[in-house]
């Protein structure tokens, strides 16, 4: 069974975070720079099976697209010309980064980690993939 891993596209940092072997449970892996994250994500394919890619959408609290909305559909059509042979699922992200506060907050973190935006990319990716992870098992 290959991982799943779940990517928080950002123009300027992208936070990864990928399950354990088991599709059990989420954890933050990196926050790379945009323009060097296909180099990573080559990389990391090649040394870890990936089942599938989920990817968080950003969204309006109305549903409607945000102006990121295009960057991330544009590098969705990058992951799926990329690997072609991975799926790749747009989840919605609303949310993500004000959970990541949360959670990091909730789990004693000094407030400088806090405020490392690397990190809460990378949490917020985990949270991306937690809630893809319990949208499959209902």
């Given at each position: 069974?290959?991982?799943?891993?779940?990517?928080?596209?950002?123009?300027?940092?992208?936070g990864?975070?990928?399950?354990?072997?088991?599709?059990?449970?989420?954890?933050?892996?990196?926050?790379?720079h945009?323009?060097?994250?296909?180099?990573?994500?080559k990389?990391?394919?090649?040394?870890?099976?990936?089942?599938?890619?989920?990817?968080?959408?950003?969204?309006?609290?109305?549903?409607?697209?945000?102006?990121?909305?295009?960057?991330?559909?544009?590098f969705m059509?990058?992951?799926?010309?990329?690997?072609?042979?991975?799926?790749?699922?747009?989840v919605?992200?609303?949310?993500?980064?004000?959970?990541?506060q949360?959670?990091?907050?909730?789990?004693?973190?000094?407030?400088?980690?806090?405020?490392d935006?690397?990190?809460?990319?990378?949490?917020?990716?985990?949270?991306?993939?937690?809630?893809?992870?319990?949208?499959?098992?209902?």
């Open positions: 069974m290959g991982r799943i891993l779940a990517i928080d596209y950002g123009t300027k940092r992208v990864l975070a990928v399950t354990d072997a088991l599709q059990l449970i989420a954890n933050p892996l990196e926050t790379v945009a323009k060097d994250v296909l180099a990573y994500l990389a990391y394919v090649q040394r870890e099976p990936v089942e599938a890619i989920v990817l968080g959408m950003p969204r309006r609290l109305s549903g409607e697209p945000t102006d990121a909305t295009q960057h991330v559909v544009g059509r990058k992951l799926q010309k990329e690997f072609p042979a991975i799926p790749v699922h747009a919605d992200e609303r949310f993500t980064s004000k959970m990541a949360q959670a990091m907050l909730a789990g004693g973190l000094k407030k400088k980690d806090r405020q935006k690397g990190t809460v990319d990378r949490v917020s990716a985990a949270i991306i993939l937690q809630s893809y992870l319990e949208s499959r098992a209902i």
